[in-house]
């Protein structure tokens, strides 16, 4: 480790100044060469990057997004929950630095990989990114660095799949000639309450030596670290975290389904239950799956699983009621229209929410484009409505749409609509104005919850 990072860690800050307020602008010293490279700089990389930062750990942000780069190296973020202005706070005072030259990782002591693990169009793990990301950094690492892989993948990914791509293009061997470890990110976008530090931190090196390496660079910067005695341990612990999800909230779909059919208000059930102290955990019901984790990452296991003869079915059958609820929705999407005397076809629908949570402007997954897809099949005419996403980017699964504005948020606007469908619950939308706009809701949400409306205004879903 270079004598300026031990300097750095005397700067480090306390973690309970951290706690409290997530992104001061507070570190005032130019920093010298980074100690750390973070490699993605997306969702996970670019706040974990901040993190380290604050804590007064110098940073290299790596990408191969020169877009994202030069908006960094200007001081802009491009991720609606983090301000700008810490970004150009942190890149002023030298804390943080981005860059595309791959070559700047022989001036670190570690190396954090946060890239992409998408499945491909079989539905099977796609971990080129970490492949990728591996043959560039290996030919520049320094002798004793540790490299950390962060993205969410199948057990065994560390310590084969990374481990052979960085052995072959450094001339070391992990464990000897540098160290290897992994450790899962638990980002959790649009929750206030989500700050970096304050997360335990699970870490499981290739060899002992290895989680001790890596645990000394988060002790920088993370509060609690969780060693468990391999990375495919701690690979397995993340895909336990995002199955538990997974399984639990295709329960709560598929007694949505059920209850309704008996005339039971599965929210009603739910906020019940959850006054239980012990043995229980509300999961809610939606309009199905979304996001980078939890329609992805189960199916990394199960891929895995058959190379050992083993089965998911839990997986397996909870992909399949998740991914059937798009065609419930659509399902009470007609029976709301057809209680009007209409057809979906030529209705004017308006998709309430494009992002796949409440309150973040990430719309990767979401399960608001199936059910935009499905509706206008069925000969709708489909708009959307999300302050989080005025229009959409171009992406590979949903080509066609890119380019499409957000409506504007006005009463004309709104009445125009046959039919308002719920799929985001975003904060900032106004609910009553909705109610008093439209007679015509099917909300799959609960977000009408709380709100006086007439009956049959709203159909749950
Ligand atoms: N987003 C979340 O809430 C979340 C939570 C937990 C875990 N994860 C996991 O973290 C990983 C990253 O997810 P994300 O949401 O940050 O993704 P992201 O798409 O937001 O960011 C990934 C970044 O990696 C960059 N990249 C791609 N290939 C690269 C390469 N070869 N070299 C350098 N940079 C490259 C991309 O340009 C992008 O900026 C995934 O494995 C995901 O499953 C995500």
């Known amino acids: ?85 810490t970004v150009a706070e942190f890149v002023s005072n030298g804390r943080f630095v981005a860059s595309t030259d791959f070559k700047r990782v022989r001036e670190v002591d570690a190396v954090i990989i946060c890239v992409p693990t998408p499945l491909n169009k079989n539905r099977e793990p796609d971990i080129s990114f970490i492949l990728e990301t591996g043959k560039s950094i290996a030919p520049h690492l320094r002798k004793g660095a540790v490299v950390v892989l962060e993205s969410t993948t199948y057990p065994g990914t560390t310590d084969e799949d990374l481990r052979e791509v960085l052995e072959a293009g450094s001339g070391m061997k992990a464990g000897e000639g540098f160290h290897l470890a992994f450790s899962p990110e638990r980002e959790d976008p649009g929750n206030p309450d989500s700050k970096v530090a304050i997360i335990p931190k699970i870490i499981g090196g290739y060899t002992p030596a290895c989680l001790k390496k890596a645990q000394s660079f988060y002790a920088r910067a993370i509060k609690t670290l969780v060693p468990v005695s391999s990375c495919r341990v701690a690979e397995a612990a993340k895909l336990l975290e995002n199955t538990f999800r997974g399984v639990n909230i295709a329960l709560v779909n598929e007694l949505k389904v059920v209850y309704s059919a008996m005339g039971i208000d599965v929210w009603e059930v739910i906020n019940a239950a959850k006054t239980k102290p012990f043995g229980f955990m509300a999961f809610y019901p939606g309009p199905g799956l979304g996001g980078h984790c939890i329609p992805i990452d189960p199916f990394y296991l199960t891929w895995k699983a058959r190379e050992f003869g083993q089965h998911t079915r839990f997986i397996e059958l909870a992909g399949e009621i998740n991914t059937a609820m798009p065609e419930y929705v659509v399902h009470r999407v007609s029976e709301a229209l057809n209680d009007r005397g209409r057809a979906i076809k030529g209705s004017r629908i308006l998709v309430l929410g494009l992002a796949y949570k409440a309150d973040v402007d990430d719309e990767r997954e979401s399960p608001s484009y199936v059910l935009m897809e499905m509706l206008k099949k069925r000969g709708a005419q489909v708009n959307y409505y999300d302050p989080f996403v005025p229009v959409i980017r171009p992406t590979r699964e949903h080509a066609h749409w890119a380019g499409t504005k957000s409506i504007e948020w006005n009463m004309k606007l709104i009445k125009s609509f046959d039919l308002v469908l719920i799929s985001t619950k975003h904060s900032s939308v106004n609910y009553q104005e909705l109610a008093e706009w439209s007679n015509c809701i099917v909300d799959t949400r609960n977000a009408m919850a709380g709100i006086t409306v007439k009956s049959s205004q709203v159909w749950k879903a």
């Open 1 to 85: 480790m270079s004598k300026s990072s031990i300097t750095k860690t005397a700067n480090q800050k306390p973690v309970s100044e951290i706690e409290v307020n997530p992104w001061p602008s507070s570190v005032k010293s130019k920093a010298g060469n980074p100690d750390i490279a973070i490699v993605g700089l997306g969702y996970v990389g670019l706040p974990l990057s901040l993190q380290f930062a604050l804590s007064g750990v110098a940073v290299l942000g790596l990408d191969i997004d020169q877009a994202k780069v030069d908006a960094l190296v200007e001081g802009r973020s491009y991720i609606k929950h983090i301000p700008s202005k």
